[in-house]
């Protein structure tokens, strides 16, 4: 770039800076990102300097590069690491808890009729719209979306039932397990 050009960069940052520091705070919240936010897009901005061939759009172009800044920096904290106050729980996953969902889950699909279950299956599983799945299983949509109904219905209330005899399995085994301990105690007191 020439002098004359880095003069000229440097007046127009002088004269609007104030101006386009107000622009990066209403695009990000903090002060701090909002100043590292402009001082990103000015050097991007002076590299091509030379090329705005209309100075009075420079503010245009300028903002314009800080919200693609922006808007790069929001895709990248996905992936940075987030401090906290409290560590979660060390847990190491085998899967033997979702293996244990899909075999529930598997198991459950079961009391279904073949056309709902196929019904469930096209919608959640393989995520089809319902049209797609009206064509594929040759049914009109307002037949496949009271179907579904009927469906989720029937499992939602199969798995209640099933959650309600585990408990009651659970009670029951407690109360074993605490007329053995007594027994037990009442050997040792002997």
């Not at 002060?31 to 705005?52: E, F, K, N, S």
């Not at 919200?67 to 729980?89: C, G």
Request: net charge neutral; aromatic share 4%.
């Amino acid at each position: 770039m020439a002098h004359g050009e880095v003069l000229e960069f440097e007046e127009y940052v002088r004269t609007r800076q104030e101006a386009l520091l107000r622009s990066a705070r209403r695009l990000v919240p903090d002060p701090v990102d909002a100043q590292d936010l402009l001082q990103t897009a000015l050097v991007r901005t002076y590299g091509r300097w030379d090329g705005i061939a209309d100075k009075s759009l420079a503010d245009a172009y300028l903002r314009r590069v800080m919200i693609n800044t922006r808007t790069e920096w929001w895709r990248a904290r996905k992936l940075e690491e987030v401090p906290t106050e409290q560590l979660p729980d060390a847990s190491v996953e085998d899967g033997s808890e979702q293996r244990a969902d899909r075999a529930l889950l598997m198991d459950v699909l079961k009391v279904l009729a073949p056309k709902q279950r196929s019904v469930v299956v096209l919608r959640h599983w393989e995520q089809m719209s319902t049209e797609e799945t009206a064509a594929a299983l040759g049914m009109s949509a307002g037949t496949v979306k009271s179907t579904l109904h009927r469906a989720l219905a029937r499992l939602r209330q199969e798995l209640e039932a099933r959650e309600l005899d585990a408990r009651t399995l659970e009670r029951y085994e407690a109360r074993r397990a605490d007329r053995r301990d007594g027994r037990e105690r009442e050997r040792c007191a002997a």
